[in-house]
């Protein structure tokens, strides 16, 4: 199984990110979902979940300009970042939940990380 992030990149503060992460693989089903990020001299912090009902939770920071959502048809999770600030600054990171085969054993799997740069 892999994880793949993208969508991150460089934006002045007050514009919009849009991360997308896309889990490949021997997939038997996802349970909880998850973004994550490290930010430069500071340990990583979850900054919004969502588990398999579609229940959704999210950092204080983050609350009502960030948006998780996932599409299980596609394996894939996504983070709509709007009014972004010079603080959300870091490598974000995705994690899903995953059982393989017919396995009910569900493993955390990360992606590779993707940079989010914002100026003010």
């Known amino acids: 199984v892999q994880l793949q992030a993208s969508g991150g990149g460089l934006v002045q503060a007050g514009e919009s990110l849009r991360l997308s992460c896309i889990a490949s693989?021997?997939?038997?089903?996802?349970?909880?979902m998850g973004w994550y990020r490290r930010a430069p001299g500071k340990q990583r912090e979850l900054v919004a979940g969502?588990?398999?009902?579609?229940?959704?939770n999210y950092a204080d920071s983050v609350k009502g300009r960030f948006a998780i959502s996932r599409d299980n048809a596609k394996n894939t999770m996504y983070l709509q970042m709007n009014s972004l600030k010079p603080e959300d600054t870091a490598v974000y990171y995705c994690?899903?939940?995953?059982?393989?085969?017919?396995?009910?054993?569900?493993?955390?799997?990360w992606g590779q990380g993707t940079q989010v740069t914002v100026s003010s």
């Open positions: 994690k899903q939940q995953i059982s393989i085969g017919g396995s009910s054993l569900f493993v955390d799997y």
């Open positions: 693989g021997r997939i038997f089903s996802i349970n909880d």
């Open positions: 969502i588990t398999s009902g579609g229940s959704t």
